[in-house]
């Protein structure tokens, strides 16, 4: 398939017809490029900016990106970083080559590449060139709704974790790893779905979102991921608990995590629902937090149980780590309204 080079822009002249209409002429590359002729229709978008976007909405051309992976100029442990670059651009074909053959180190690492991204899968194969095709349209998916499933993983593997402190039961701890690497497959689709609505135009429609706000859940699912690498560390932690005597969980650092987690329901109810209030006083809360967890992890050097002192001290690394990560939440939840609600006025 031919590719398609970056367009250039244009400066055109308006001119005025009939003694009350603007026109402005369309470069003759993009109608052929899109497949226009004559009479064909094309939407016009007036932007909160005030720029006008054109839509080829009659264009008979489909493009699609595709990726070309060449397995032999890569470093061995390089190759899933490319691949998974490569899902994130929004290709909807990755085609990966071996100049001798796959080796059954390949096609390890191709399956850990499917099971980190959502809806590929291999489409062809032969002894020198694999197929992955995305068969998912991100037209039809929410990418509310997978925050949210980010959120409520997070969320459960955390209230398992001090569930565990509460009674010795570990049997919900069993598959943490298997829940974290879901939210790392989370995090990867929605900046896929984000990259797409960035580029293009049907698929800012259909998400409901400009493409500013698209680029801050960028950072907000981001962020949602480090919430759940540091929540994975302590079920890790927990699970190693055998080591330490004894673990008051009602005692700090683990007390604060009721108001985490409440802090963190009530942010992730503002991402769809803004309420400055609540975003303002979740805020509030972490900070205070914070700031208890670091006078309590400098009372821990005077310990003289080090191993107890070293393993609450981790744990309330990550508890404390949890809360900057929210305020971070907080903070871009807040960029979201403020931007949304912010007025375009003409300067005279």
């Known amino acids: 398939m031919k590719s398609v080079k970056p ?66 100029s890569l470093p061995s442990n390089l190759a899933i ?8 651009s929004g290709a909807v074909m990755i085609r990966v ?39 998912v349209d991100l037209g039809t998916l929410s990418i509310y709704s997978s925050l949210n499933r980010m959120y409520l993983l997070v969320r459960t593997v955390l209230k398992d974790v001090m569930f565990f402190f509460e009674t010795g039961d ?40 400009t493409r500013w706000e698209a680029a801050e859940l960028g950072n907000l699912v981001r962020t949602m991921e480090r919430m759940g690498d540091h929540v994975n560390q302590l079920g890790i932690l927990a699970r190693n608990i055998d080591r330490v005597q004894k673990i008051d969980y009602n005692a700090l650092p683990f007390s604060v995590v009721p108001s985490w987690l409440s802090s963190f329901k009530a942010l992730n109810s503002n991402i769809k629902r803004p309420n400055l209030k609540e975003i303002h006083e979740a ?27 070293l393993f609450l001290h981790r744990c309330s690394e990550s508890i404390r780590r949890l809360c900057a990560y929210a305020i971070d939440m907080a903070e871009i939840l807040l960029n979201i309204i403020i931007h949304k609600n912010a007025n375009m006025v003409v300067v005279e």
């Open 283 to 309: 805020k509030d809360e972490l900070r205070k937090n914070m700031a208890i967890l670091s006078e309590y992890e400098e009372s821990l050097w005077e310990s003289s149980e080090t191993s107890d002192a």
């Open 81 to 88: 970083d490319h691949l998974i670059a490569a899902y994130l």
């Open 170 to 209: 570990d049997s919900n701890l069993d598959d943490i790893e298997e829940r974290e690497n879901e939210v790392d497959a989370l995090r990867l689709l929605i900046e896929r779905h984000i990259g797409g609505v960035l580029e293009s135009a049907s698929l800012e429609d259909s998400a409901g979102l």
């Open 7 to 72: 367009k250039t822009s244009e400066i055109r002249r308006l001119q005025l017809t009939g003694g009350s209409t603007f026109i402005v002429s369309l470069p003759k590359r993009w109608v052929v490029e899109h497949g226009l002729v004559a009479k064909d229709h094309v939407r016009i978008e007036w932007r909160p900016s005030g720029n006008l976007r054109v839509i080829p909405e009659a264009s008979s051309i489909t493009r699609r990106r595709e990726v070309e992976i060449d397995l032999d």
């Open 97 to 135: 080559r071996r100049t001798g053959g796959f080796s059954s180190s390949d096609r390890k690492l191709l399956r850990r590449f499917i099971a980190i991204g959502r809806g590929i899968e291999i489409v062809n194969e032969n002894d020198k060139m694999i197929e992955i095709e995305s068969l």
